[in-house]
Nanobody, 112 residues
Protein backbone atom coordinates (compact mmCIF):
# COMPACT_ATOMS: atom_id res chain seq x y z
CA UNK A 1 0.00 0.00 0.00
CA UNK A 2 1.48 3.29 -1.11
CA UNK A 3 1.46 6.29 1.17
CA UNK A 4 2.75 9.77 0.49
CA UNK A 5 3.11 12.10 3.45
CA UNK A 6 3.99 15.75 2.94
CA UNK A 7 5.58 17.95 5.56
CA UNK A 8 7.42 21.24 5.84
CA UNK A 9 4.66 23.71 5.17
CA UNK A 10 3.97 26.67 7.35
CA UNK A 11 3.81 30.42 7.56
CA UNK A 12 6.62 32.41 5.99
CA UNK A 13 7.15 36.05 5.15
CA UNK A 14 7.48 37.22 1.55
CA UNK A 15 10.98 36.56 0.30
CA UNK A 16 11.44 33.67 2.66
CA UNK A 17 12.06 30.00 2.02
CA UNK A 18 10.58 26.65 2.88
CA UNK A 19 11.57 23.11 2.11
CA UNK A 20 8.77 20.64 1.58
CA UNK A 21 9.25 16.92 1.98
CA UNK A 22 7.22 13.98 0.78
CA UNK A 23 7.98 10.66 2.40
CA UNK A 24 7.10 7.70 0.21
CA UNK A 25 6.28 4.27 1.59
CA UNK A 26 5.02 1.16 -0.10
CA UNK A 27 5.51 0.08 -3.66
CA UNK A 28 5.79 2.43 -6.60
CA UNK A 29 6.94 1.34 -10.03
CA UNK A 30 10.61 1.87 -10.58
CA UNK A 31 11.48 5.19 -12.18
CA UNK A 32 8.04 6.62 -11.51
CA UNK A 33 7.87 10.33 -12.11
CA UNK A 34 7.22 12.24 -8.90
CA UNK A 35 5.45 15.57 -8.91
CA UNK A 36 4.47 18.52 -6.81
CA UNK A 37 1.14 20.25 -7.30
CA UNK A 38 -0.55 23.10 -5.52
CA UNK A 39 -4.07 24.33 -5.12
CA UNK A 40 -4.98 27.92 -4.39
CA UNK A 41 -8.40 28.47 -2.85
CA UNK A 42 -11.02 28.89 -5.55
CA UNK A 43 -8.75 27.57 -8.29
CA UNK A 44 -7.99 24.27 -9.96
CA UNK A 45 -5.12 22.20 -8.70
CA UNK A 46 -2.08 23.06 -10.78
CA UNK A 47 1.16 21.32 -11.54
CA UNK A 48 4.33 22.76 -10.03
CA UNK A 49 7.24 20.44 -10.85
CA UNK A 50 8.24 16.93 -11.92
CA UNK A 51 11.31 14.83 -11.41
CA UNK A 52 11.61 11.66 -13.43
CA UNK A 53 13.97 8.78 -13.88
CA UNK A 54 17.69 8.86 -14.56
CA UNK A 55 18.43 10.91 -17.64
CA UNK A 56 15.22 12.91 -17.46
CA UNK A 57 15.56 16.55 -16.49
CA UNK A 58 13.31 18.07 -13.86
CA UNK A 59 10.44 20.12 -15.22
CA UNK A 60 8.96 23.26 -13.70
CA UNK A 61 5.91 25.38 -14.17
CA UNK A 62 6.71 28.85 -15.43
CA UNK A 63 5.60 30.53 -12.24
CA UNK A 64 8.25 28.77 -10.15
CA UNK A 65 11.20 28.60 -12.52
CA UNK A 66 14.33 29.97 -10.92
CA UNK A 67 12.80 29.89 -7.46
CA UNK A 68 11.88 26.28 -6.73
CA UNK A 69 13.99 23.16 -6.99
CA UNK A 70 12.72 19.59 -6.99
CA UNK A 71 14.87 16.60 -6.14
CA UNK A 72 14.60 13.24 -4.49
CA UNK A 73 16.64 11.15 -2.15
CA UNK A 74 16.62 7.71 -3.71
CA UNK A 75 18.00 6.09 -0.56
CA UNK A 76 15.46 7.50 1.88
CA UNK A 77 12.61 7.63 -0.66
CA UNK A 78 11.86 11.27 0.04
CA UNK A 79 10.79 13.85 -2.50
CA UNK A 80 11.73 17.46 -1.82
CA UNK A 81 10.72 20.87 -3.03
CA UNK A 82 12.96 23.77 -2.07
CA UNK A 83 10.96 26.96 -2.30
CA UNK A 84 12.85 30.25 -2.33
CA UNK A 85 11.80 33.86 -2.71
CA UNK A 86 8.26 32.99 -1.77
CA UNK A 87 5.52 35.47 -2.53
CA UNK A 88 1.93 35.77 -1.32
CA UNK A 89 0.64 34.28 -4.56
CA UNK A 90 2.48 31.07 -3.67
CA UNK A 91 0.06 30.54 -0.81
CA UNK A 92 -1.61 27.19 -1.43
CA UNK A 93 -1.95 23.62 -0.36
CA UNK A 94 0.99 21.70 -1.79
CA UNK A 95 0.62 18.04 -2.74
CA UNK A 96 3.01 15.37 -3.86
CA UNK A 97 2.06 12.76 -6.42
CA UNK A 98 3.49 9.49 -7.64
CA UNK A 99 1.73 7.37 -10.24
CA UNK A 100 -1.93 7.59 -9.17
CA UNK A 101 -1.19 8.30 -5.53
CA UNK A 102 -1.54 11.63 -3.74
CA UNK A 103 -0.53 12.88 -0.36
CA UNK A 104 -2.84 14.80 1.95
CA UNK A 105 -1.09 18.09 1.34
CA UNK A 106 0.78 20.62 3.40
CA UNK A 107 -0.27 24.23 3.72
CA UNK A 108 2.08 27.00 2.67
CA UNK A 109 1.09 30.51 3.64
CA UNK A 110 3.17 33.49 2.56
CA UNK A 111 2.16 36.63 4.36
CA UNK A 112 3.61 39.59 6.17
Amino acid sequence: QVQLVESGGGLVQPGGSLRLSCAVSGFLPRYTTMSWYRQIPGQEREWVANIGSVGVDPQYADFVKGRFTIWRDSVKNILYLQMNRLQPEDTAMYYCRGFTYWGQGTQVTVSS
